[in-house]
T-cell receptor, first 111, second 111 residues
Framework: DSGVTQTPKHLITATGQRVTLRCSPR?????VYWYQQSLDQGLQFLIQ???????AKGNILERFSAQQFPDLHSELNLSSLELGDSALYFC??????????FGSGTRLTVV | GQQLNQSPQSMFIQEGEDVSMNCTSS?????WLWYKQEPGEGPVLLIA?????ELTSNGRLTAQFGITRKDSFLNISASIPSDVGIYFC???????????FGTGTRLTIIP
């Protein structure tokens, strides 16, 4: 157990729908990052939050949004889903003491 | 999005052989990380490098932070079946910043 918890583990939904992915960072970590991994691809950075505020943005689509709540958990919202959004979505957290750690991911399948 | 150049893309080796892979970047990083990913799981940190020229070992794994800060190398000695997976390098500009990942090296061990 890495200490970073992601739910749900699997999600199957139809095109045009909206889903929310959830991430609880490791205890004490203030930074949360979201990454997308398409089939047999590397991980692409989407967005970073630090202590509730957006800190960095990657190639995140306008249909996607995220937020980090006061208890430091984060949610990634994906709307108007398309077939090409099917991927693994990973959350990672980092802090001063333990560095960068990934969760086990959410596998999103859009049908 | 940006990805680091990682080679080779795949390797087919026999158990007991040594493995070498490398990663290059057009930009400088202050931290280089090597991760291993198994099917359905998030990347797991193998080795972290924080200083140019640094050589660090973790069991049968040895990694080096290139002097130019634009490259890194990972060696696995005496491979065993559980080494199978995809290995990713990642560069980080500084603490609590996003990672830029390599394209991955898929390691397969031939019986």
């Amino acid at each position: 157990d890495s200490g970073v918890t992601q739910t749900p583990k699997h999600l199957i939904t139809a095109t045009g729908q909206r889903v929310t992915l959830r991430c609880s960072p490791r205890s004490g970590d203030l930074s949360v990052y979201w990454y997308q991994q398409s089939l047999d691809q590397g991980l692409q950075f989407l967005i970073q939050y630090y202590n509730g505020e957006e800190r960095a943005k990657g190639n995140i689509l306008e249909r996607f949004s995220a937020q980090q709540f006061p208890d430091l958990h984060s949610e990634l919202n994906l709307s108007s889903l398309e077939l090409g959004d099917s991927a693994l979505y990973f959350c990672a957290s980092s802090g001063v003491q333990y560095g960068y750690t990934f969760g086990s991911g959410t596998r999103l399948t859009v049908v | 999005g940006q990805q680091l150049n990682q080679s080779p893309q795949s390797m087919f080796i026999q158990e007991g052989e040594d493995v070498s892979m490398n990663c290059t970047s057009s930009s400088i990083f202050n931290t280089w990380l090597w991760y291993k990913q198994e099917p359905g799981e998030g990347p797991v940190l193998l080795i972290a490098l924080y200083k140019a020229g640094e050589l660090t070992s973790n069991g049968r794994l040895t990694a080096q932070f290139g002097i130019t800060r634009k490259d890194s190398f990972l060696n696995i000695s005496a491979s065993i079946p559980s080494d199978v997976g995809i290995y990713f390098c990642a560069g980080q500009p500084g603490g609590n910043e996003k990672l830029t990942f390599g394209t991955g090296t898929r390691l397969t061990i031939i019986p």
